[in-house]
């Protein structure tokens, strides 16, 4: 079995084999002086990060017609070399090269975006260090592809946060003051992560009467066994619950689904001291901790003969023993809670846990307040349905689906629009039958 490589930084000059789970973002071929042709292409991992990758030309045949772009897949194995490339279109400081026993298996990824951006820093933006009324082309020295007019909703909504020529005299006027107001209201991770919300202990969840914003530090227990098992079919773009997952139907958020897919929602008992509460794990958090979609597994069981939402694979047992910091949404009515975001990193959780949480119900900073019912937070913008999160019989069912997951070093990496941690090819191996708790 290949060693799982977790992301495109992970690929190194090592003698070990390995598989990694992207997208090809681009592909093209090269002519040199002597009529030889051979292929290059940029793939991207589910974090975004990019390696670019030769195919030579004894092997161009094999590939050419398999290749496409934009399409997800597994590869295992190739060599590893020193990216020295004359035109680098990725700064990854390696590049792949296929060998004759690399293999290719395309394989339905969503947690890999389609595309990927990389803007002009605003703190320029705001300085005045731009053009906009023309249009720049140079040598591409970290590009591939131009796009000219492309109608890309990331792009345009970019191109309306530019400055207008009256704002860019102002902003000329004060660059100074500006570029001190623009470091200086930015939050941390942190305070973004505790921002609106009613940090407290898990304790005092208990005491909550009315559906609420928190932010707690507690450690993952148990798994709290439904009937429904650890997965529900959804759509393929959001997560919406399919109501039939042996139908082809048209999604409320517009997507024509052919076959839904599975996604996790798993419930697990958290305990931070003697107190005990409910959390509602779903796709995007799961996916992130685990490093594969739920369809990704369950398509593993499928083929190791087993179909069963009530068999949890032993990869689910990641999710357990981990202290973490969340931020959730309290349902008293259900007596649980749904996570919206959560991280593991240890500095992050304990600056939480020292800075933020107290035992008086009352937060440490401005940032952490309770939230009114009817608050359009930055993550609420599909509010969770109360009897959605604990009915999955419900027509719709709905989970953030912009997720945000703090990442090791305090990044915001969105899992929905910008894909989950890496996904893995390794197969579940054996697995276990977990018996409701009481």
Avoid at 51 to 76: F, S
């Amino acid at each position: 079995m290949s060693r799982k490589v977790d992301s495109v930084k992970d690929i190194n000059d090592s003698k070990e084999t390995w598989r990694l789970a992207v997208r090809i973002m681009d592909v093209w071929s090269v002519v040199n002086n002597k009529g030889i042709e051979h292929l290059e292409m940029i793939v991207m991992d589910s974090l975004g990060d990019r390696i670019q990758v030769l195919i030579r030309h004894d092997h161009l045949l094999k590939w050419k017609e398999v290749i496409k772009e934009n399409m997800t897949c597994i590869i295992n194995n190739g060599s590893v070399y020193n990216n020295d490339f004359q035109w680098k279109v990725c700064d990854h400081s390696n590049k792949i090269v296929f060998l004759g026993g690399t293999t290719m298996k395309a394989i339905e990824l969503q947690n890999i975006p389609p595309k990927g951006y990389f803007f002009k820093d605003f703190g320029e933006i705001l300085q005045g260090k731009c053009k906009t009324d023309r249009l720049e082309v140079s040598n591409a020295w970290s590009g591939s592809k131009l796009l000219i007019n492309e109608d890309i909703p990331e792009i345009q909504d970019f191109m309306s946060k530019l400055p207008t020529n009256e704002q860019k005299e102002k902003l000329t006027q004060s660059a100074k003051s500006l570029s001190n107001w623009s470091g200086g209201s930015q939050y941390s991770p942190v305070e973004k992560f505790v921002h609106n919300a009613k940090c407290m202990s898990l304790s005092q969840f208990c005491k909550i009467k009315h559906e609420t914003l928190c932010v707690t530090v507690a450690t993952t227990l148990k798994f709290v066994v439904s009937k429904y098992g650890w997965f529900y079919y959804g759509c393929t773009r959001c997560s919406s619950k399919a109501s039939n997952p042996e139908k082809a139907y048209e999604c409320s958020c517009g997507q024509k689904v052919e076959q839904p897919i599975p996604r996790y929602k798993i419930e697990i008992y958290v305990s931070n001291g003697e107190s005990k509460y409910r959390f509602v794990f779903w796709d995007s958090e799961c996916a992130a901790i685990l490093g594969m979609t739920a369809e990704f597994m369950h398509n593993s069981m499928v083929e190791n003969g087993e179909d069963d939402p009530m068999v949890y694979p032993d990869e689910l047992e990641m999710l357990l023993n981990k202290k973490m910091a969340f931020r959730v949404k309290v349902q008293p009515t259900f007596s649980q809670a749904s996570v919206w975001k959560l991280c593991d990193d240890e500095a992050f959780v304990k600056e939480i846990e020292n800075d933020y949480i107290v035992e008086d119900n009352q937060s440490k900073t401005e940032y952490a307040k309770l939230v009114p019912h009817k608050e359009n937070f930055e993550t609420s913008a599909h509010t969770l349905s109360a009897s959605g999160e604990n009915d999955p019989e419900s027509i719709i069912l709905m989970t953030p689906t912009k997720d945000v997951v703090i990442a090791d070093k305090g990044e915001e990496v969105d899992f929905e629009a910008s894909g989950a941690t890496q996904l893995s090819g390794t197969k579940p191996s054996k697995k276990l039958k977990i018996e409701s708790s009481s």
